[in-house]
């Protein structure tokens, strides 16, 4: 089952922030962040794994909560290269396959 | 740089031919997958690989098929291809279980 991503879309200005929510209604063992822009693949942001961690890199950060089967990934000072579709992927313990959710549209403006 | 290689990046066929669309990864990667792509839909998986010559279905395997006869090339079969199997095709590998995916480009088939 495909886990439930929101907002669909969000429009920000250079510089505002946003917070991408992805749910699932399995226990997760782990929960990947992609981001597509149009016309090309999507591209690896960040993973987390089972733990309740958290993780960050430049002004994108993500967390895991285990216990809710929820993800968040947090987009600080948003730039206009932010823009594009976020995907959230989630994996099984034991499994192998990865399942995304429908994706979240994301426009950044000057 | 690692690579996920689609041999084709745009293809047009006909209603009931067979498509091929072949996948290529140099990274050593022992997990392969298909997704499509449709608005609104996000990835959806068709079929996915752990191994060599192993495979299994994913989410809506039906009218596909696949096949891995060598752990670099995972490649996917519609047997009779129909108009509702227009999509973009994603191919994806991946070195284990819990580690980061590589796509490719995509393949736009489009089915008239």
């Known amino acids: 089952q495909q886990p439930v991503q929101s907002p669909q879309a969000v429009i920000l200005r250079e510089g505002e922030d946003a917070v991408i929510n992805c749910s699932s209604s399995?226990?997760?063992?782990?929960v990947h962040w992609y981001r597509q822009k149009h016309g090309e693949a999507p591209v690896f942001l960040m993973i987390l794994l089972k733990g309740g961690e958290q993780k960050g890199h430049d002004k994108i950060s993500a967390s895991f909560n285990e216990k809710k089967q929820q993800s968040s990934l947090y987009l600080t000072a948003s730039q206009l290269s932010y823009s594009g579709t976020y995907f959230c992927?989630?994996?099984?313990?034991?499994?192998?396959?990865?399942?995304f959710g429908a994706g979240t549209r994301l426009f950044v403006k000057a | 740089d690692v690579k996920v290689t689609q041999s084709s990046r745009y293809l047009v066929k006909r209603t009931g031919e067979k498509v091929f669309l072949e996948c290529v990864q140099d990274?050593?990667?022992?997990?392969m997958f298909w997704y499509r792509q449709d608005p609104g839909l996000g990835l959806r998986l068709i079929y996915f690989?752990?191994?060599?010559?192993?495979?299994e279905k994913g989410d809506i395997p039906e009218g596909y098929s696949v096949s891995r006869e060598k752990k670099e090339r995972f490649s996917l079969i519609l047997e009779s291809a129909s108009t509702n199997q227009t999509s973009m095709y994603l191919c994806?590998?991946?070195?284990?279980?819990?580690?980061?995916?590589?796509f490719g480009s995509g393949t736009r088939l489009t089915v008239v």
């Open positions: 990274m050593d990667h022992e997990n």
């Open positions: 994806a590998s991946s070195l284990g279980t819990g580690r980061s995916y590589t």
């Open positions: 399995k226990a997760l063992y782990s």
């Open positions: 992927g989630t994996g099984r313990t034991g499994g192998f396959k990865t399942i």
């Open positions: 690989s752990y191994d060599v010559k192993m495979k």
